[in-house]
């Protein structure tokens, strides 16, 4: 969808509704991934230890777990976190799982609580379902569509969403595949983009969206990433401008 026809009434019920969204991981990213959530008209948490998540979680509209940045403690707090989520949607973003063993494996347990999105590049989604990713950490060596069998799969398994994120996104349900299109080469020049497209994504969950609907409201990111991009620079100019026109999308609803 190079477009959404419904996107207007999507933003309106995203800025009645307002969300708290609880975002567990990269800590390099946490900055872009809050000023993200904040520029939609939602609100970010970022509460990680793992006395207090099982606590917080329930208090949260939506709860996003990220494993780019991943440590012990963090590890034990996502393990609180996820189940905590019962009865609220949550998104799994499996960052660089596959050739390290402590992501990979949380990423697998907790795929089996049964996310209501997978987020993930091309590489993470196919070591996600079992294959063989190729990847170089959190750089992809597949193409998108080369992922989207896997996508479909693990959907299946899950009951959710899975969304695959490259130079052209897919998402789908399992039954649904859309291709989302849109964004700017600086998107890849800048530190917790993708971090911040899982958290864009959980803003919508908590919004109300199905999976599948809030999965594919990546197309406001991707939007947005063209929009700024036209308008930039350079990386360093590009990021305030993302903001903008995240802010914007919502405002001009």
């Given amino acids: 969808v190079e477009r959404d026809p419904d996107i207007g009434a999507v933003l309106g019920q995203l800025r009645a509704r307002a969300p708290l969204v609880h975002c567990l991981g990269n800590s390099p990213a946490k900055a872009l991934m809050a000023n993200a959530v904040l520029a939609l008209g ?12 099982a606590s917080f979680v329930p208090l949260s509209d939506a709860l996003v777990i990220n494993l780019a940045s991943l440590t012990h403690p963090l590890s034990a707090a996502m393990r609180r976190a996820a189940p905590a989520a019962a009865g609220k ?6 960052a ?24 993930g590049n091309a590489s993470e989604i196919v070591t996600l379902a079992g294959g063989d990713g190729r990847h170089r950490c959190a750089d992809s060596a597949l193409p998108p569509e080369e992922a989207v069998d896997a996508a479909v799969s693990l959907a299946r398994s899950t009951g959710g969403a899975v969304a695959i994120s490259g130079p052209e996104d897919y998402v789908t349900d399992g039954v649904e595949t859309l291709r989302i299109q849109g964004g700017h080469p600086f998107m890849s020049r800048v530190t917790g983009m993708g971090c911040s497209l899982g958290a864009i994504m959980g803003v919508f969950l908590g919004a109300g969206l ?4 809030a999965a594919a409201a990546s197309f406001v990111y991707a939007s947005a990433g063209e929009k700024a991009g036209a308008e930039a620079a350079g990386s360093g100019s590009f990021v ?6 995240l802010y914007l999308a919502v405002k001009q609803a």
């Fill in 42 to 53: 939602a609100f970010p948490a970022m509460v990680s230890d793992a006395g207090e998540v």
């Fill in 89 to 94: 949607p949550w998104l799994l973003d499996p």
């Fill in 96 to 119: 660089a799982i596959g050739r390290l063993p402590l992501r990979t494996d949380l990423a697998r347990e907790l795929l089996a609580l049964r996310p209501s999105i997978v987020k």
């Fill in 210 to 213: 199905a999976s599948l609907r």
């Fill in 240 to 245: 305030p401008l993302f903001l903008d026109r």
